[in-house]
Nanobody, 115 residues
Framework: QVQLVESGGGLVQAGGSLRLSCAASGTIFTITAMGWYRQAPGKQRELVATIATGGNPNYAGSVKGRFTISRDNAKNTVYLQMNSLKPEDTAVYYC?????????WGQGTQVTVSS
């Protein structure tokens, strides 16, 4: 069983920054990719950023240049540095791990950006 624990969400003014963290624990074998998704009220969950093991980061167009995803393989942890935040970035952010063709999700952390 794999558990993902997220932290770092909160309330910030537009133009501000937040850093999300997600630590994976439990029985973890090969991690294919780690990433972040988000879901705003009334909208579908969407990809924010992913990073494959040994690969390059992939970003949604709406966050490219403002968000940076990184990972610490030794700690099975993935980070999302979010700069120049906008009100439209307000959502619940979910951590995701793809391992052995299974997706694992965190419980979500709320990010609210005020204008």
């Amino acid at each position: 069983q794999v558990q993902l624990v997220e932290s770092g969400g909160g309330l910030v003014q537009a133009g501000g920054s937040l850093r999300l963290s997600c630590a994976a624990s439990g029985t973890i074998f090969t991690i294919t990719a780690m990433g972040w998704y988000r879901q705003a009220p009334g909208k579908q969950r969407e990809l924010v950023a992913t990073i494959a093991t040994g690969g390059n980061p992939n970003y949604a167009g709406s966050v490219k240049g403002r968000f940076t995803i990184s990972r610490d393989n030794a700690k099975n942890t993935v980070y999302l540095q979010m700069n120049s935040l906008k009100p439209e970035d307000t959502a619940v952010y979910y951590c995701n791990i793809l391992s052995l063709n299974r997706n694992y999700w965190g419980q979500g952390t709320q990010v609210t950006v005020s204008s």
